[in-house]
């Protein structure tokens, strides 16, 4: 019975297995989740105001690390603002794939757009061949009808002909 149980929950943490048996990070359990966070922090890193911001914290940084007394300094400026230099290398690190996976979507989303502009295009051509079709059947069926002109022209010969046949008779 211990073994069943042993088995049941090494099962239930394999790779394998359904996602609702397994349990994971809230942030990765849903592609859409991560992808809206990855886009939001691209969005963040491609505004003035974080390369303002991005600015003048390194601004400080080296301010603070060359100007404050050395028993205050973490990060000095005769070896080239090392810190700093491992931040930013991280920073951009980090930055640039989280750009490239909200660029994926973004080209995920233009391919399904562009998708369905095609299949609306092609609708709209359809029903415009169709509309196209029934205005040409309405004018040859308007052309076999009778206009007012040729049912007076034969209303008038009908009437001759009656006007003839009773000079006839009488």
Known sequence: MARARTRQT??????DSPRGVRQGL?????????GRFTE??????????????????VIIWMVYNTVAPDGLRFD????????????????????????????NRQDDRDRVQIEQDRQRAERNL????????????????????????????????????LDKDDDRRG
Request: cysteine-free.
């Open 10 to 15: 090494r099962t239930e943490a394999r790779l």
């Open 126 to 161: 359809n029903d415009t061949e169709y509309l196209a079709r029934e205005v040409v059947a309405l004018r040859l069926a308007m052309n076999d009808l009778a206009s007012k002109d040729f049912i007076r022209a034969e209303l008038r010969a009908l009437l001759e002909e």
């Open 76 to 103: 000095d400026a005769a070896i080239g603002f090392t810190a700093l230099t491992l931040i930013l290398s991280l920073q951009a690190s980090y930055a640039a794939p989280l750009i490239l996976l909200a660029q």
């Open 40 to 57: 939001a922090i691209a969005r963040g890193m491609g505004t003035p105001w974080f390369l303002f911001g991005l600015s003048i914290f």
């Open 26 to 34: 809230s942030l990765f359990q849903s592609r859409d989740r991560f």
